[in-house]
Structures are given as C-alpha cells and as structure tokens.
C-alpha cells in the first residue's frame, strides 16, 4: 500500500497567489516525521520544511507553511505569493521513527506552475 | 550551510565503461545515500552509510559499487551498466541515520547519468 499519496499530479497557479498541495500518508508508528522537497527541472531535491509527529505547532518557513492535521494524516504544502521561481516538482516525503529498518518514503511528487 | 556537491552534473558512458560519481559534504553529517530518480518518478534509495559503514543495499545490481572513504566523502563506482542505467543520481547527507524521524536529508544537485 501506498505510504505517502499526493491527488495533485499537475497544478497551476497564478504569480502572487497562494497555493495548496496535498499530501495524506500512512503510518501506525506514533513517531515519525514529514518533510517536503521542491526539485526544479536543474535535479537538485532542495528542502523546504519539516514537521514533527509530537510537535504541536504548524511548521513555517517563510512563504512556506505546513497545514499539519494529524489525525486525518494529511500534511498539506501551503505556498504564499507565488513566484516565477516555484515552478518545480514537490516531494511529500515521510520517516517513520520506530522501525528498525526504515528509510525517507517519497510521494509520487506534484509538478507546480506559476503563471505570470 | 547546508551543501552537498556532486561531480560530475553529466556523464556519458558507454557499456563497457567504468566511471565514479563523486559525493562530498562538509556539514559534519555521519550519514550519506545514494538514491537513483528516473524522470517524473519520486527519487529511489540505492544505498545508506552510516559512520562511514554500508547500512542499507536496496538489492541494487553489483555493477554499481558504492564506496565511503571518510565521513565526508562517498564514491559510487559504475561499471558494465545497461541503459535503463540512465537517469539522475542524487547523493543525500543528514545528521544521523539513527536519529531516524527527525533526521533531515540534504541532497546534492545530482549526476545526470546516459548510459549509450
């Protein structure tokens, strides 16, 4: 079964508007944590927030927020005043904290474009 | 300064050829991996060093041989491969594999790898 599922294959967005990209995993590990990558069409995964199971508070980074709604297991990417320069792929990724083996599971990413 | 650089940003190879993907890092982190990302596909974990010793092999075929020769620096060395070979190769750091939830990769801007 799928761990990380992002809906949004494709996404449009006006310059200077805000946009949301969805992101819902799955997990029964109470520790884990959610990251978020934007890759543009250069390659470089370039990281852009973190949230924490436990924590109890949305991450922000700059125009970079994360609407976290745990039990609904969603952890959706919010963009504010889009730019030129956010078109690119986004990667919903995953670690879970318990598991003896484990690794970063990636969603199968939203490709964003920025209208002017 | 979260660098991870990668030399060389595009290799040509042919099938019989041996070439090495060069990773290097300088954030004082003890993990590094290899991941391979085929267009428009999230990227897939090849390898995983923790304090320079292999954690994780994800089954990848013997013709990619990885290699760490200190902390901040991992090789991939590339020999006989196919053309399904061909895709982009990302080298990742973070602080500690073992950290597991809240560890966060930083990846390098990537290999761009043809394999004729």
């Known amino acids: 079964a799928q761990k990380i599922t992002q809906t949004q294959p494709g996404m449009f967005v006006q310059e200077k508007e805000a946009v949301t990209l969805d992101c819902t995993y799955d997990?029964?590990?109470?520790?884990?944590?959610l990251f978020w990558y934007k890759q543009p069409s250069s390659g470089e995964m370039i990281f852009l927030i973190y949230q924490g199971s436990y924590d109890q508070q949305n991450a922000t980074e700059g125009r970079y927020s994360l609407n976290f709604q745990k039990a609904r297991k969603s952890a959706n990417l919010v963009i504010s005043a889009s730019q030129l320069g956010d078109s690119a792929m986004y990667f919903c990724?995953?670690?879970?904290?318990?598991?003896?083996?484990?690794?970063?599971?990636f969603g199968p990413g939203t490709s964003l474009s920025v209208i002017p | 300064d979260t660098e991870v650089t990668q030399t060389p940003k595009h290799l040509v190879m042919g099938m019989t050829n041996k070439k090495s993907l060069k990773c290097e890092q300088h954030?004082?982190?003890?993990?590094m991996y290899w991941y391979k990302q085929k267009a428009k596909k999230p990227p897939e974990l090849m390898f995983v060093y923790s304090y320079e010793k292999l954690s994780i092999n994800e089954s990848v075929p013997s013709r990619f041989s990885p290699e760490c020769p200190n902390s901040s620096l991992l090789n991939l060395h590339l020999h006989a491969l196919q053309p399904e070979d061909s895709a982009l190769y990302l080298c990742a750091s973070s602080q500690d594999w073992a950290a597991l939830g809240t560890d966060t990769q930083y990846f390098g801007p990537g290999t761009r790898l043809t394999v004729l």
């Open positions: 954030m004082g982190h003890r993990a």
């Open positions: 990724a995953m670690r879970e904290g318990q598991a003896s083996y484990d690794k970063v599971i």
């Open positions: 997990t029964s590990d109470p520790s884990y944590g």
